[in-house]
């Protein structure tokens, strides 16, 4: 109780940040997009993991505050980078989304209104939401998707593998991109089932017409097991890792 109330006075305070983690094209190593990641600097306690603070704002119902407030700063940094004339990444800057958020009645409309009361075109902007999302309803769910996506702004099914995906699901999902959660691709080089899997998903993504980025490659072996087998972009320590604003800058070109 006391650490949500000091995630609502963060939220107040203006003390959630926002972090950015470029992606790459594996066959040609430009960089494509990029994820915003909440960062939260507690003045006591530190850093505390968004693995920590997301849960706790999800069971508090402070999710939508704080989703507003990442959707805020990505649009707000989107603009100013346009106005200094870099070039905003082919894929765009993906923003995470939860379930909750998601499902919330005035999800989608505070989306479109924050495009137009930022000047921010949509196909700046990727989405990234989980499997969860299929709790609600999967006709509501896809005309979301399906709505937001006659804006220009596309999504990705991120953490994929670790639910219960079905093709049948994910056919009638409007959905750009999958992301390949890092525990499979830990598991490169193991000789176990984890190679096997990203093979899986891949032929998957590609019989539904999707683009695959892969998520936690911290090694050259990694990156070059990916590459071979055709996966389209990456994300992970090996290149860099969740950036401030003016890093991320410094590679745009
Ligand atoms: O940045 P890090 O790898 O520590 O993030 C841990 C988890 O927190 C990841 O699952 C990530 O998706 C989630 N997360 C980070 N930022 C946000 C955010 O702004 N909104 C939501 N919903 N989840 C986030
Ligand atoms: O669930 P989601 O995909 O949003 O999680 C992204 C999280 O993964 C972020 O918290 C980010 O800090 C973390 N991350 C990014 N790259 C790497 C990596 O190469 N290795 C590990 N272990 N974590 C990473
Ligand atoms: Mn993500
Ligand atoms: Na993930």
Redesign the pocket.
Known sequence: LELEQALADALDGGDIQVVY?PQWDLASGRMVGM?A?ARWEHPERGAI???EFVPLAERSGLINRLGDSVLEQVLTQLREWEAAGYAIPPMGVAV?ISPRQFAALDWEAGIHERLRRFGVAGDRLKL?VTESLLMENLATAADKLARLRAEGICFAL??FGTGYSSLAYLQELPLDYV?I??SFV?RIGDGDAGEGIIEAVLAMASHLGLDVIA????TEAQADFLRSRNCDAG????WA??LPPAEVAALLP
């Open positions: 983690q994820e990641l993991s968004p693995a995470n990234e991120d953490d992301k959660d890092r830990q998520e936690g490659v911290e994300q992970g320590f090996l890792r969740p």
